[in-house]
């Protein structure tokens, strides 16, 4: 099996201990490989640092050139993207509390050390600190859409500012100009201009409201993630915790993408599922009216006006290519049709094939557009919701149309040529894992966190849950009862999950055991006593599948 490897810079005077560090990382039998590097002063320590690239260091405070507190405070003002593991010869908990307050991500006492903890504690620093930069990252894209989305609603309120008052002038030189024609009718028009352009203005400003609270119900969940994310140093910690929040965020995005872009990069942040090569048409039209809080059919959207959204989805190939391109192409047309509607409205999705060509179109009846309006939203560019659009159907060979005249509504049509072979299947739709049976079930896992996920994912199927902190706790439960099926966590102290699969299996060959790991193993390389792993994190219909499999082997 390949070892990732990890550069660790270990600043440690003490040659001693650094051959006794160097024999606990050889008998690691860990998937990280530390490639460890030496400097027995700050000085030297700092001037590696200045050219070499690190993923970790291991920082003895007490050096030649420096000692104490100072110690980490200068290393941490150079290494600010490397993750630092304080080794002290002293077990000194208020020293201990500062350093990692000011950053480490850990604190190890010499005297207590052993492989084990060593190599668990540097694992974790790295992984936490690479999630660490990950959420910087992507709370600074963020933070930087939305001025950019600030600044572009300030320059349309300008412009829409500058309208208002053109109109406004226009109408006070029509006012003026009607008193000096007819002085009894004077007053009349006056009322009745007024009335007219209250009227229009509270219209504008209901408008401007619904945009301002969606735009604000888009980015408050991102927001308060991150921000727990970066100010809580203890929910860095908690890997299962660090997920629940991501996956937050990247909900958040995809049910507001009428506002706002996704984020699938935290790294990660595009999915490998998004990635598949082929997407089935008819059903992603369905999860973007869901994304928006739209229903095929006649429903109301979450907030005032309603729209009520109709499709006729035929039989049609797949498509080929990115699913999560194809998603953003939908939802650039969903959001135009959205947006020529401004009170109460209907938006007509249809899909569909003519001769040799894959047809998609939107029809809403909103306010439509002029000839001129149209030259200028089919040109790439125009910072419409179509401009994700054009660049995708041009590589395809594809073709956009707009139909549409002012006060009668537009129709947007997709046309893409079918070439026989990459658009070939139509994909197949993949029902839900129906729940088994009523199963007396073990979980093992040392996250409390993540037991209680498991726990509440098997409770709405009514299984009957034991539950363990540990190996030897669920390896002593195992032996005082009778289970279905066995599921365990990969990576525990004291006795790991394979660990346990191979006791219970001694005990009972056929008893069925799930493994449950954070490592990333797929199926297929199920080491000894286990019948099947399954990767964190998991669905429930995930976990249901499992189930289901691993009782039917």
């Not at 420096?66 to 630092?84: K, N, P």
């Not at 500012?161 to 006070?172: G, L, N, S």
């Not at 792993?533 to 429930?540: L, R």
């Amino acid at each position: 099996m390949t070892h990732a490897i990890v550069d660790v810079l270990l600043i440690e005077d003490n040659p001693d201990q650094v051959v006794f560090l160097r024999q606990l990382l050889g008998n690691s039998d860990a998937l990280i490989e530390f490639r460890l590097h030496t400097a027995g002063t700050l000085a030297d320590g700092l001037a590696l640092l200045a050219g070499q690239a690190f993923e970790l260091i291991l920082l003895d405070l007490s050096l030649p050139d420096s000692s104490g507190l100072e110690t980490f405070v200068r290393v941490a003002e150079v290494a600010t993207e490397v993750a630092i593991v304080v080794l002290s010869g002293t077990d000194d908990v208020v020293l201990a509390v500062e350093t990692v307050q000011l950053g480490a991500q850990d604190y190890l006492v010499k005297g207590h050390l052993d492989n084990h903890l060593l190599i668990r504690s540097m694992q974790y620093a790295v992984e936490r600190k690479r999630g660490q930069l990950q959420l910087k990252r992507a709370y600074d894209e963020l933070e930087s859409r939305v001025k950019e989305r600030t600044g572009m609603l300030q320059q349309a309120n300008a412009r829409l500012q500058k309208e208002i008052a053109e109109r406004k002038r226009a109408e006070e030189e029509t006012l003026e100009s009607n008193r000096q024609l007819a002085s009894a009718l004077g007053q009349l028009h006056v009322t009745r201009l007024q009335s007219s352009e209250h009227s229009r203005m509270n219209e504008l400003a209901s408008l401007a409201g619904d945009l301002l609270n969606d735009f604000n119900d888009a980015f408050l969940p991102v927001l308060a993630s991150c921000e727990l994310l970066m100010s809580d140093s203890q929910i860095l910690a908690n890997p299962l915790k660090v997920e629940n929040y991501v996956q937050l965020i990247q909900r958040s995005a995809m049910e507001s993408a009428a506002v706002v872009e996704r984020l699938r990069e935290f790294q990660n942040r595009q999915p490998q599922e998004e990635e598949s090569g082929v997407v089935a048409l008819n059903a992603l039209v369905e999860q973007v009216i869901a994304s928006n809080g739209l229903r095929a059919g006649h429903d109301e959207r979450v907030s005032t006006p309603r729209i009520d959204v109709k499709t006729e989805l035929s039989s049609v190939p797949a498509l080929a290519g990115s699913k999560a391109e194809w998603r953003d192409a939908l939802q650039g047309l969903l959001s135009n049709a959205l947006e020529a509607i401004p009170a109460q409205g209907t938006i007509s999705i249809r899909t569909g094939l003519c001769a040799d060509h894959l047809l998609l179109s939107f029809t809403d009846d909103g306010i439509g557009m002029s000839d001129e309006f149209k030259a200028r939203l089919l040109e790439p560019g125009h910072g419409s919701g179509l401009d994700g659009v054009h660049s995708l159907i041009d590589r395809y060979n594809g073709e956009i149309h707009i139909e549409s005249e002012p006060g009668n509504g537009s129709t947007v049509t997709i046309s893409l040529p079918l070439d026989g072979k990459e658009n070939a299947e139509v994909l197949p739709q993949i029902p839900p894992v129906a729940a088994p049976q009523c199963l007396r079930i073990l979980v093992v896992d040392d996250e409390p966190l993540v037991r209680e996920v498991i726990a509440i994912y098997l409770g709405e199927d009514n299984h009957i849950i034991t539950t363990a902190c540990n190996g030897r706790e669920g390896l002593e439960k195992f032996n005082a009862d009778n289970f279905d099926v066995v599921l365990t966590d990969r990576a525990m102290p004291e006795m790991n999950g394979e660990q346990l699969a191979v006791e219970i299996k001694r005990r009972n060959p056929k008893q069925p055991v799930i493994l449950l790991t954070g490592f990333g193993e797929s199926a297929g390389d199920e080491p000894m006593g286990v019948d099947l792993i399954v990767s964190k994190p998991f669905t429930m219909n995930t976990l249901r599948s499992a189930i289901s499999r691993c009782l039917a082997a």
